[in-house]
């Protein structure tokens, strides 16, 4: 019964995660990012006290219930070895000893990597934020290349219930690590189960070392035992020394295989004080039990923004970005290294396709953050979906009245480039697309207008370089800012607005 109860609670919150990181229309249920705020990592970098308190409370009760279905690699892992045992029949698993050393040196590098402020390794084994990036550059393309062809199917009957999405790749290299971890953690999973778990992920080491003091655990009733070891060989994490009768308690992520499994009832979830069950002379340990937790509050959606292009005019000078630009919340590109995992989340959610992942744009600590481009796209002024989908508190919540005076870059013009210097022609794209007014377009000669720029009040948006029509090399773009600011703009609404309502 209990798992029956696993799987079901496992199977509900994978599906949930998994479908609230492909959601591009906003379908789901306001609130669904409660889901990504109960993984370990975001919770522990955004402070997140109750969901901290409350894991280390269900873990010392239960034991690695996080891991057997909160943790979406988790489960992910588990689904590659169901599958595994329809072509391998006869597949079984045996105890192996932990790789205390292993798994422990791992900890500490993560640990001493993040505080010397290299991110990159601490995203890269976060297993929530892993499996993130899986799905956003992995299986998202699928996914819309699936709503597309629903899309062309429907449109034929003359139904208009899929519209069409774009389909590209939001960062080669991001896509290349994601296709990476997707294939090296389904193939230990395949060959060997929870290998991943026990051997590499930092928080399951951690989490392991938190439930050998679990109350609740899977404990052998000697009495009952008939030694024929068939729990050690369903046992995925490899756990159970059947010959000796002992469970590695740090390695046992209560998937209660074992109990389904054992014909003579000696294999029982239970706590230390029932009488029925007894220890060998070691001193057997404990272990733990399923649990479910699934809350609701998120899903926000916002129409995507999509600009006017004129006509495609060539360019002679090229401007290269110095400092890259980080979505809103951020504050700087410091406090981004500081809390981001790279869960890509906010990559997923941009319904404006402008937040990618950085290469070395930010440095080497950097790699796979988010940060903003335009070429497919511009920050809409009136979203904040970004900095309220985050989980770890790497992007700040922002109303709108705060997005609307935080600068994240500034705006900057080559008049070699523009097309009312080279070619005589009027254009202006770039003002009607400015919403604070920081491009304006000033008398130029014979009747032309051309832009004008004030860097003071720029937003950083990067709809006026998104519409700009010269190519290769934009006359107008917008130059990131180490650290975010409060523009003055005159709204009586934002008027007061100060510094400190950022928590800058």
């Not at 798994?103 to 505080?115: E, G």
């Not at 004008?452 to 937003?459: D, F, G, L, Q, Y």
């Not at 703009?489 to 607005?497: A, Q, S, Y």
Request: with cysteine; aromatic share 10%; glycine share 6%.
């Amino acid at each position: 019964m209990l798992r029956k109860i696993r799987i079901v609670v496992s199977v509900t919150l994978f599906a949930l995660i998994t479908l609230y990181f492909l959601d591009f229309a906003g379908f789901m249920p306001q609130g669904f990012h409660s889901l990504t705020k109960i993984q370990i990592i975001p919770a522990l970098l955004a402070l997140n006290i109750d969901v901290l308190v409350g894991l280390l409370i269900l873990t010392l009760l239960f034991g690695r219930v996080y891991c057997s279905s909160i943790c979406p690699m988790g489960i992910y892992q588990d689904i590659v070895n169901r599958l595994s045992k329809r072509f391998q029949k006869k597949k079984r698993f045996k105890f192996s000893k932990a790789q205390t050393v292993l798994r422990w040196s791992v900890v500490s590098v993560t640990l001493i990597a993040f505080l010397f402020g290299f991110t990159f390794l601490l995203g890269l084994l976060d297993p929530y934020s892993a499996f993130g990036r899986m799905t956003v550059h992995v299986l998202k393309p699928a996914y819309l290349a699936g709503n597309n062809l629903l899309e062309s199917i429907f449109t034929q009957f003359g139904s208009n219930t899929f519209y069409k999405m774009g389909v590209y790749v939001a960062s080669v290299s991001s896509l290349v690590i994601a296709l990476v971890t997707l294939l090296t953690i389904g193939y230990l999973a395949w060959i060997n189960g929870r290998i991943y778990c026990n051997t590499i992920c930092p928080v399951g080491t951690v989490l392991g070392f938190v439930s050998r003091y679990s109350l609740f655990k899977i404990r052998i009733d000697e009495n009952l035992c008939n030694s024929c070891g068939l729990c050690g060989r369903k046992c995925k994490a490899s756990c159970i020394d059947t010959k000796s009768h002992e469970i590695d308690y740090s390695r046992c992520i209560n998937c209660f295989d074992c109990l389904e499994v054992c014909s003579q009832n000696a294999m029982k979830f239970t706590y230390p004080a029932q009488k029925p069950i007894q220890h060998n002379a070691n001193g057997i340990d404990e272990s733990k039990r399923r649990f479910m937790m699934a809350v609701g509050v998120a899903g926000l959606a916002a129409t995507q923004v999509f600009a006017d292009s004129k006509l495609i005019k060539t360019s002679k000078k090229q401007a290269k970005r110095t400092t890259a630009i980080s979505p809103p919340g951020s504050t700087s590109a410091d406090h981004l290294l500081d809390k981001c995992t790279s869960c890509h989340l906010c990559v997923s959610k941009c319904p404006s396709n402008v937040i990618k992942p950085a290469f070395t744009e930010y440095g080497l600590g950097g790699i796979m953050q988010p940060m903003l481009s335009f070429e497919k796209g511009f920050c809409n002024y009136d979203c904040t979906i970004c900095s309220d989908v985050c989980p770890s508190g790497a992007l700040l919540p922002l109303t709108l009245e705060q997005k609307h005076v935080t600068q994240m870059g500034q705006v900057q013009f080559i008049i070699e480039n523009c097309i009312v210097h080279t070619d005589g022609t009027s254009c202006g794209a770039c003002s009607e697309h400015c919403p604070t007014q920081a491009v304006s377009m000033i008398p130029y000669k014979n009747d032309l207008t051309i832009p004008h720029i004030n860097t003071e009040i720029c937003v950083g948006c990067g709809g006026c370089e998104y519409v700009c029509p010269t190519m290769p090399y934009k006359a107008i773009y917008v130059e990131g800012i180490a650290n975010h600011n409060i523009i003055e703009i005159k709204k009586e609404k934002v008027e007061e607005i100060k510094v400190d309502d950022f928590g800058f």
